[in-house]
């Protein structure tokens, strides 16, 4: 008994003394928990780093972006194949995800060996490997007829602009293949798959082990933010706020991030707890001074470090008497399976026995007990180093939440936490320790990250064919250069029909004679009146001609008509327009004066002189009763005489396009046509009189507005009219009318863009396939809205907001996706409208048998003029189909008001001559 007693003493003194002689020598090995939560507050400050756009660029921790927007939600699905490559194993997958709505995966793999010629090889013969065991592995599975969608774990740190990208920023590890780091792996991995002609893969993702950890164990636990790997290497993953997250645009909801935390130390910060071990591992690795707080802790490096330990513990005669083998001498000769077997808590002494002798050393008792102890000071301070930074992310996450207690799920991975036997005991305690403020569950991840890397390329997989339907939208918008120019052509024939006489009672396009002939000589002189009424504004205008130098002065005053007048009576509508003349007279100072006026009028309107016009019909957002087939001179002189207050000579009545064509035609005498891309569109130009069949006489040319608004109203464009185009024309005050307007003018543009959002929300592309009621309201998008949208200056974040104060409540995609739509429809808009201007400028061209025109266009409107791409589509496209003609496109700086101030000046001149004679 006694003999017992004292072996137990000897024993426990014997191990005591091994104890304090390993803690004395590796005393600097031993993290206390103020060093780790120093080293926990030094990480937190890295992490903050390595977000920040302007500190990353130096931060050592890299925080990279995943673009893995959200955890699983069971609603994925669908057959995936998937590479592990970078862990201890390499494994080929296919994983089957849920099927009849049950959360249900399964997984078939098959490992292959990654031997050090490949792995530390040329980049070239890797990828090519890793195709050929993909290619082998489909052939045995019979998969080589499927074309299967695959998500690549690749556990190195990569730089992602998407989610199928990955430009390596360094290889780490046991890897390090020549000539691939800077390069993206997904189109390498591509590339070597094309070798094999019979593989049909597309890989949709690309998932650090970390990311792929995590949506492994958040499948199972909604919980699960955060993914950590201590195997060959260590690295942890977790959800940021994307506010937080400058490198990425957008600030919705979350996104993973990569944090590469095995970098941490890279730039010094850890210097004062590395150990003259550390350091000598350092230098005999693949990548001395690199992944410094990996080599603290992972699989591939606690074996090392413990042999670094022993060998100089023996040198110093601490151990084996004094005595090495050269076993010992040998890197890589205990690797970390053995420190975990020297570990084992009950067999750990003997397995210590074994494994030294087969190091070919002699070990004492004391021998075992002590080298146990460095096994242990070793995995502890991995654990401990572990759980400070981890510590740090948790807190993060807690502190983004702005929670006091954060309850959350860990997802672990990799072949030191599963084969150690103490290390998660440890590592959960200590995090414990650290944050006591959150309640932290660990999940082991039982089937790997492939599992996750399903998920995320499922989640890829369905965003793919939603991008598909979007396209498949969005292409019903693209003409190609053939449509082009057979809208051109057909255009070409619409403007000969409206001069014919024969044809033009069935014209669509009216083509009709403004009698105005010619263009001001700079003799006119006088004060006019005008009137602008038909775009965006109503303005009454003064204007004072002065003869000679080419000069007008004009004062103007914008008047409102509310959508009741333009859509009541005519007479309400008349007595307005007169009752603003009123008052501009009275802010004028001019009540009383009897002067001449000219009437910008931008509706179609028959016209039998200069100062006569019937109104074909209301376009636009006019609908005022009694006025089609009236002539709105008539109607403006009778709310006069009502009025009884004022007299005015209306000397003409003239189209928006014609007063603009004159306004820039003061100015150079080349402008021969007017264009208005505003609220409608239309155009007018200056014909030769003898193509005018309408009008007697075959002497000079006189001005046609073409009202070109009204081609296709007899279906020549049907064939690229859209179910949105029609839905558009349905619901306007004139459907079946202006056709063409519709597909090309301010008014019309933001209802075509609503119909298409209203029809991919419908489909569930957009708003969460939630119609908001602000979606269903008619005239939302105003022009100045789709112009602000396309503005290449404007980030999303800013497009969102417009979206939002559209009561359009959008995600970052969403925002895409409305931009995009915008994009389209206002593309096709400029290009139509570059089509119809190729067929006038063609037809002048030939008119007067030229090689070559040279001629200028005035342009008004706001579409025109505030869209950030409209004007340069429309030249591009005019120059593409009349190559021929030298265009200048001349912006009508003072509106048509100007220019039908100066048609009543020529008018008044003439008038003048006519009585002299
Ligand atoms: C595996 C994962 O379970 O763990 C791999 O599927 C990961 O993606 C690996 O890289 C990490 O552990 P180890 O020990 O193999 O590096
Ligand atoms: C103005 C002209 O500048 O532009 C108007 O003075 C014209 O006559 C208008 O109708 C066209 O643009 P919008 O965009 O106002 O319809
Ligand atoms: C290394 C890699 C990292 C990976 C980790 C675990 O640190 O750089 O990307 O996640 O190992 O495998
Ligand atoms: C509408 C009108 C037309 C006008 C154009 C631009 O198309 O019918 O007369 O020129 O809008 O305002």
């Given amino acids: 008994m006694f003999a017992v007693h004292l072996m137990a003493f000897y024993f426990t003194k014997l191990k005591e003394d091994q104890i304090k002689k390993v803690d004395r020598f590796l005393y600097h090995m ?119 969608p695959l998500g690549l774990t690749f556990s190195f740190p990569c730089k992602q602009t998407k989610l199928e990208e990955g430009v390596l920023l360094s290889w780490t590890k046991k890897f390090k293949a020549r000539g691939v780091q800077g390069t993206d792996v997904v189109s390498s991995l591509t590339n070597a798959m094309r070798k094999h002609k019979d593989l049909d893969v597309d890989i949709l993702a ?25 195997g060959t290497g260590t690295n942890a993953c977790y959800m940021e706020d994307m506010s937080n997250i400058e490198l990425v645009e957008g600030d919705e909801g979350r996104m993973c991030i990569n944090t590469e935390w095995g970098a941490f130390g890279d730039d010094g910060a850890l210097e004062d707890i590395r150990t003259e071990f550390d350091q000598e591992l350092d230098l005999g690795s693949l990548n001395p001074g690199k992944q410094l707080f990996e080599k603290m802790i992972s699989g591939l490096y606690l074996g090392e470090l413990v042999r670094l330990i022993l060998l100089k513990m023996a040198k110093a005669g601490l151990l084996f008497g004094g005595k090495k083998s050269s076993a010992l001498h040998i890197k890589g000769k205990i690797e970390t399976r053995h420190v975990a077997a020297m570990e084992k808590y009950k067999e750990g002494l003997a397995n ?115 991008r598909k339907q979007i396209d498949k939208v969005l292409a019903l918008f693209r003409l190609t250069q053939e449509q082009l120019v057979g809208i051109r052509d057909k255009m070409r024939v619409e403007l000969e029909y409206g001069l014919k006489r024969d044809t033009h009672p069935l014209a669509t396009v009216k083509m009709l004679p403004t009698y105005v002939c010619g263009m001001p000589d700079g003799t ?66 001019l009540k009383g004066a009897q002067l001449p006026l000219g009437f910008t009028f931008s509706f179609p309107c028959r016209q039998a002189s200069i100062d006569k016009g019937t109104l074909i019909e209301w376009t636009k957002g006019f609908k005022a009763t009694d006025c089609e087939g009236e002539d709105v001179v008539d109607m403006l002189r009778e709310a006069i005489k009502r009025r009884n207050e004022f007299d005015l000579d209306i000397v003409a ?72 185009d029609k839905e558009v024309d349905e619901g306007s005050l004139n459907p079946g009318k202006q056709r063409y307007e519709k597909m090309t003018s301010g008014m019309y543009l933001g209802e075509i863009v609503r119909q298409i959002l209203i029809d991919l929300t419908k489909q569930g592309l957009l708003f969460r396939g939630q119609i908001s009621e602000r979606l269903r309201t008619r005239g939302i998008f105003e022009t100045k809205f789709l112009s602000q949208i396309e503005s290449d200056r404007l980030a999303l974040l800013q497009v969102r907001k417009i979206l939002q104060q559209l009561g359009l409540d959008s995600t970052c995609e969403d925002s895409i996706v409305v931009k995009e739509v915008c994009g389209a429809v206002s593309r096709r808009a400029a290009e139509l409208c570059g089509a119809g201007l190729a067929a006038i400028v063609e037809k002048r061209r030939e008119d007067q048998g030229f090689e070559h025109l040279k001629i200028t266009v005035g342009v008004d409107g706001t579409l025109y003029k505030l869209h950030p791409h409209f004007s340069r589509i429309l030249q591009e496209t005019v120059k593409e189909l009349a190559p021929r003609c030298d265009v200048t496109f001349m912006l009508s700086e003072d509106g048509s008001g100007k220019g039908a101030a100066l048609i009543t000046a020529v008018a008044k001149r003439l008038q003048q001559a006519r009585r002299e004679n």
């Fill in 206 to 230: 690309l998932v650090n082990d970390t990311v792929g950890t995590m949506m492994t164990c958040a499948y199972d636990d909604p919980y699960c933010e955060v993914g950590v790997i201590i």
């Fill in 352 to 466: 210590t026995r074994e494994i030294l002798t087969d190091l070919g050393l002699e070990p004492s008792e004391a021998d075992c007990i002590a080298v146990q102890h460095v096994c242990t000071i070793v995995s502890f301070r991995s654990a401990n180093l572990c759980a400070a930074a981890l510590a740090a992310i948790l807190t993060r996450l807690r502190e983004n939440k702005k929670l006091v207690r954060l309850h959350t799920t860990v997802g672990m991975d990799g072949t030191l936490y599963k084969i150690h036997p103490q290390y998660p005991k440890r590592l959960h305690k200590v995090v414990r320790k650290l944050v006591p403020n959150c309640d932290v569950r660990f999940l082991l991840s039982e089937s790997g990250s492939t599992k996750g890397a399903a998920m995320v390329t499922a989640v890829a997989s369905r965003v793919q064919a939603q």
């Fill in 30 to 148: 031993r993290l206390s928990d103020e060093t780790l939560l120093d080293i926990m507050a030094r990480f937190q400050a890295e992490m903050q780093k390595g977000l920040g756009k302007d500190t990353n660029p130096t931060a050592s921790v890299k925080m990279l972006p995943t673009f893995v927007r959200a955890i699983p939600d069971g609603s994925e699905n669908g057959e995936f194949l998937s590479l592990d490559l970078g862990g201890s194993k390499f494994r080929v997958l296919k994983v089957q995800v849920s099927e009849e709505g049950k959360r249900n995966v399964q997984m078939e793999s098959q490992f292959y060996p990654t031997p050090n010629e490949i792995i530390r090889g040329n980049g070239t013969e890797l990828f090519e490997y890793v195709a050929d065991c993909l290619a082998d592995f489909m052939k045995t599975k019979d998969l080589m007829q499927k074309k299967l």
């Fill in 524 to 589: 006119e002189k006088g004060k006019f009146l005008a009137l602008d009424l038909g775009g965006t504004n109503f303005r009454v205008l003064l204007m004072k001609i002065r003869s000679g130098r080419r000069s007008v002065r004009m004062y103007n005053k914008i008047f409102a008509i509310p959508l009741e007048i333009m859509q009541g009576t005519g007479e309400e509508l008349f007595d307005h327009i007169v009752q603003c003349i009123a008052d501009f007279l009275d802010y004028m100072g």
């Fill in 653 to 724: 009545v003239v189209n928006d396009t014609v007063g603009t064509m004159m306004t820039c035609g003061y100015e150079d005498r080349n402008c021969e046509v007017g264009l208005i891309a505003g609220t409608g569109s239309n155009m007018c130009y200056m014909e030769e009189m003898r193509n005018i069949e309408l009008v007697e006489g075959d002497e000079g040319k006189m001005c046609i507005n073409t009202e070109w608004g009204g081609f296709g109203d007899n279906g020549c464009l049907d064939d690229i009219r859209t179910q949105y």
